[in-house]
């Protein structure tokens, strides 16, 4: 069984930054590729990054391009996701999320999830 403890969540004002960890309790945390995504009030779950076991590939949905970076430290099982340039629209629950495929994790397939972190971005 692998747990995932999101942190890092919080208020911010427009333009702002933060940075999101996940810290999973895994034996073998490099063999798992790991998302985040992200979930407003009265909206359906979106992807947002997905970032490949040995950090060969990474992806983003347009909307985060350029503004986010996912990142990992498999050294401390924990991976991240940066995030600069708040906007408004930004503001959701984000859910780290684990998975053995790479496709299915970026597809909201994942294998494991976390609780989530409230980010608040105000303008």
């Known amino acids: 069984q692998v747990q995932l403890v999101e942190s890092g969540g919080g208020s911010v004002q427009a333009g702002g930054s933060l940075r999101l960890s996940c810290a999973a309790s895994?034996?073998?945390?490099?063999?798992?590729?790991m998302g985040w995504f992200r979930q407003a009030p009265g909206k359906e779950r979106e992807f947002v990054a997905v970032?490949?076991?040995?950090?060969?590939?990474?992806r983003y949905s347009e909307s985060v391009k350029g503004r986010f970076t996912i990142s990992r430290d498999n050294a401390k099982n924990t991976a991240y996701l940066q995030m600069n340039s708040l906007l408004p629209e930004d503001t959701a629950v984000y859910y780290c999320a684990a998975g053995g495929s790479y496709v299915a994790t970026l597809e909201g397939r994942a294998d494991y999830w976390g609780q989530g972190t409230q980010v608040t971005v105000s303008s």
């Open positions: 970032v490949s076991t040995g950090i060969t590939f990474r």
């Open positions: 895994v034996l073998a945390f490099n063999n798992y590729n």
